[in-house]
């Protein structure tokens, strides 16, 4: 396994939309190792989830996951999850607004709103199509990266930029409230 390089905002992938993964391939020795790169990628920078073309391939991929986390303190867990080509279905009329921050959009925070529930259909890593109810901030990371498969970051969610926070200072003044 090898941990990726991440691409930032700015690098063209991140705002690319990413090309769906032919199902045959999903088992394939390629994909297979992209995505436990991924996961480890995503590990090792305490992000809560990650999508391929954050790690500059523009494929229709990304895995989720929440443990204990140093940059989420009090969310989770939720169990590894791999979405390729995932659809989301239907989502639910409620909104719900919270902070969100990206590997790619690093060291900032803002508060975006999002569905507070959906549903979604995906393929998992063996190739299988599932469908997953997801709430709350499992349902919050399934809407963000979807957008980066459709080449949209955080950013693009925000109604405006008043929220939009340096990470130190967010640290400084939210979460210690
Ligand atoms: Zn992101």
Redesign the pocket.
């Known amino acids: 396994m090898a941990i990726l390089k991440v691409a930032r905002l700015g690098h063209p992938v991140i705002r690319k939309p990413s090309v769906s993964v032919p199902k045959e391939t999903i088992t394939s020795p390629e994909i297979q190792r992209l995505i436990d790169n991924m996961i480890e990628t995503m590990r090792e920078y305490d992000g809560v989830?990650i999508?391929a073309p954050?790690v500059h391939e523009s494929k229709q991929l990304a895995v989720i996951e929440v443990t204990e986390n140093r940059r989420y303190p009090g969310e989770g867990p939720i169990p590894l999850t791999i979405l390729v080509n995932p659809k989301i279905l239907s989502t639910s009329k409620k909104l719900v607004e919270d902070w969100e921050g990206?590997?790619?959009?690093n060291e900032f925070r803002g508060r975006v709103p999002r569905a507070e529930s959906l549903e979604v259909e995906a393929y998992n890593r063996k190739g299988e199509k599932v469908r997953l109810q997801a709430r709350g901030f499992f349902a919050r990371i399934i809407q963000?990266?979807c957008d980066?498969l459709a080449g949209k970051?955080?950013l693009d969610r925000m109604p405006n930029l008043q929220s939009l926070t340096h990470l130190q200072e967010f640290i400084r003044y939210q979460q210690e409230q």
């Open positions: 989830g999508a954050q990206c590997l790619s959009v963000h990266e980066h970051v955080f």
